[in-house]
């Protein structure tokens, strides 16, 4: 969904809690030939996303423009005195890539 110029990401949790995400910068969405869909992004550790923060972690999904991606990766460390999370989802549609169906 795109709210003013700005991207607006949610993010959900294992047990279904979700949170709006703000603080969040350098969103990267790529788009591969073979239809793989990624999506990458800084979250700074904010007042405005002491909620939401804490639920970005792996396989959390992440709702963008109406698609879902899980993430796949994400690396905490320390920024000055903030804490940072890069983060690399994977759309939805390839969640069962590896799984078979009989």
Do not use: C
Request: glycine fraction near 6%; aromatic fraction near 12%.
């Amino acid at each position: 969904m795109w709210k003013g110029g700005r991207y607006l990401l949610v993010v959900t949790d294992l047990i279904g809690q979700s949170e709006p995400l703000t603080g969040f910068t350098e969103l990267i969405r790529k788009r591969r030939v073979n239809g793989e869909r990624t999506i990458r992004f800084s979250l700074f550790s904010l007042p405005q996303n002491e909620y939401a923060y804490p639920l970005v972690r792996e396989e959390s999904l992440i709702e963008l423009n109406g698609e879902e991606y899980r993430i796949k990766y994400v690396n905490e460390y320390l920024n000055g005195k903030s804490l940072v999370k890069k983060v690399e989802a994977n759309h939805t549609f390839f969640d069962m890539v590896n799984s078979r169906i009989y």
